[in-house]
């Protein structure tokens, strides 16, 4: 089946300062997403994007599906983005079932 | 914004006890998933639901668990014996199509079961 992989495992930030979290998948995709899962074990809806370039405020991801990875940008940092990224991802011509990563835990510092 | 809704937020339940977790998905979504999340560890999918059937399930679903939709609205996860190892984090997601660019799936804010 498709492997997720995500990277860093871990990052540490201060506040302001931006940030790239990769996604690398190992087959084509006819979905990708990223997720914030926040403290309270929620997970939040960042994108919806299978291919191209999204934003929303601070936050843009690409996917070039080509290649096969996705990336999440985040820009000036807060504390509030604290948290775990996890991207997910439907291989192409399968049942609608997301394979989830293993996440990169940000940590924003004041 | 119409949102994915489940109950309880956190159950506490005894080994070998039968729970339910419900949830209510956005109205106009068809298609309707499981996941779980043990502690500290990523999300797997369990099972997918479309048209009062199972469309697919995992390896992890076994003959413990069943899921219905009662009614128009609900849509149950039930573990008829629970063990100590199905502690984690329930999450149900929703989306309106299966295989178009409407599969986006949104998630519930999730049940966090603990087996005691």
């Known amino acids: 089946g498709i492997q997720v992989e995500q990277s860093p495992p871990d990052l540490i930030l201060q506040e302001g300062a931006n940030s790239t979290l990769r996604c690398n998948f190992s087959?084509?995709?006819?979905?990708l997403q990223w997720f914030h899962q926040n403290p309270w074990g929620q997970l939040i809806n960042l994108f919806y994007?299978?291919?191209g370039t999204k934003q929303n405020g601070r936050l843009s991801a690409t996917t070039v599906a080509t290649e096969r990875y996705s990336l999440l940008y985040i820009s000036s940092s807060q504390t509030t983005d604290s948290g775990v990224y996890f991207c997910?991802?439907?291989?192409?011509?399968?049942?609608?079932?997301?394979?989830f990563g293993t996440g990169t835990l940000l940590a924003v510092q004041p | 914004e119409p949102e994915v809704t489940q109950t309880p937020s956190h159950q506490v339940t005894q080994m070998g006890q039968e729970v339910i977790l419900r949830c209510v998905p956005i109205?106009?979504?068809?298609?309707f998933y499981w996941y779980r999340q043990i502690l500290g560890q990523k999300v797997e999918f369990l099972v997918s639901?479309?048209?009062?059937?199972?469309?697919?399930k995992s390896e992890i679903f076994d003959d413990q668990f069943s899921v219905e939709r009662p009614d128009g609205s609900n849509f149950t996860l039930k573990i008829r014996s629970t063990k100590l190892e199905d502690s984690a984090m329930y999450f149900c997601?929703?989306?309106?199509?299966?295989?178009?660019?409407?599969?986006?799936?949104?998630f519930g804010p999730g049940t966090r079961l603990t087996v005691l």
């Open positions: 997601a929703s989306s309106r199509s299966g295989t178009s660019s409407l599969n986006e799936q949104f």
């Open positions: 087959d084509s995709v006819n979905n």
């Open positions: 994007i299978p291919s």
């Open positions: 997910a991802a439907v291989p192409l011509g399968a049942t609608n079932k997301l394979i």
């Open positions: 109205s106009n979504h068809l298609y």
């Open positions: 639901f479309y048209n009062n059937e199972i469309s697919e």
